[in-house]
């Protein structure tokens, strides 16, 4: 059975910073183009980051450019993102998600398997 867990999520203050990593079993997932994804209550899954399989091309949502970085070590975990300088607003449930392609995406349909998400919030 192939599973993506997602872990390092939690509560931090208005400022903070987190590291989310994606675990997988069932399979290898480093020749995946992997990405993260976020739900905030009551809200749509919107894109956050992705990373193509050999490590580039890298997309970042607007929202977290310059204060979210992805990375991924095929060797441990499949993908890591770190978040820094985090604001309320990035208050949500965090996905990882996996596509069986070179280059990374930044649509939800793309991505083939799902993890079922870390709570991340943000304190004011």
């Known amino acids: 059975q192939v599973q993506l867990v997602e872990s390092g999520g939690g509560l931090v203050q208005t400022g903070g910073s987190l590291r989310l990593s994606c675990a997988a079993s069932g399979r290898t997932f480093d020749n995946y183009a992997m990405g993260w994804f976020r739900q905030a209550p009551g809200k749509e899954r919107k894109f956050v980051a992705a990373?193509?399989?050999?490590?580039?091309?890298?997309y970042y949502s607007d929202r977290v450019k310059g204060r979210f970085t992805i990375s991924r070590d095929n060797a441990k975990n499949p993908v890591y993102l770190q978040m820094n300088s985090l604001k309320p607003e990035d208050t949500a449930v965090y996905y990882c998600?996996?596509?069986?392609?070179?280059?990374?995406?930044?649509?939800?349909?793309?991505?083939?398997?799902w993890g079922q998400g870390t709570q991340v919030t943000v304190s004011s």
């Open positions: 998600a996996a596509r069986n392609f070179v280059t990374a995406s930044t649509k939800e349909y793309d991505y083939e398997y």
């Open positions: 990373i193509s399989r050999s490590g580039g091309p890298i």
